[in-house]
């Protein structure tokens, strides 16, 4: 069974980084599919980047050139690292696996494993 746990999240001022941490156990991270994503008070979950097993990548537009997701696979770790936060990107994190993608890498259709998420808060 997939396990994801998530950490690395808090409070931070608009312009400033953060580094979330998705540590996997019960599988291979790099045979897994990955992806994270957010859901703020009110809207949807929405995809915020993806990696396949090839180390693709897949940013949604609106974080593109600030986020970057990697892995770590002696660590069985994904990451997201966050720079010039904005207010808009406050929201409860999630990563997410699975094993093949059918929906594409950015919706949640898709996965099927799911930690219980880290808050990230951007202020003004």
């Known amino acids: 069974q997939v396990q994801l746990v998530e950490s690395g999240g808090g409070s931070v001022q608009a312009g400033g980084s953060l580094r979330l941490s998705c540590a996997v156990s019960?599988?291979?991270?790099?045979?897994?599919?990955m992806g994270w994503f957010r859901q703020a008070p009110g809207k949807e979950r929405e995809g915020v980047a993806g990696?396949?097993?090839?180390?693709?990548?897949y940013y949604a537009d609106s974080v593109k050139g600030r986020f970057t997701i990697s892995q770590d696979n002696a660590k069985n770790t994904m990451y997201l690292q966050m720079n010039t936060l904005k207010p808009e990107d406050t929201a409860m994190y999630y990563c997410?696996?699975?094993?093949?993608?059918?929906?594409?890498?950015?919706?949640?259709?898709?996965?099927?494993?799911w930690g219980q998420g880290t808050q990230v808060t951007v202020s003004s």
């Open positions: 019960g599988y291979t991270a790099s045979n897994l599919y």
């Open positions: 997410a696996a699975a094993r093949w993608v059918w929906y594409g890498y950015l919706s949640s259709k898709s996965y099927s494993y």
């Open positions: 990696m396949n097993t090839g180390g693709g990548t």
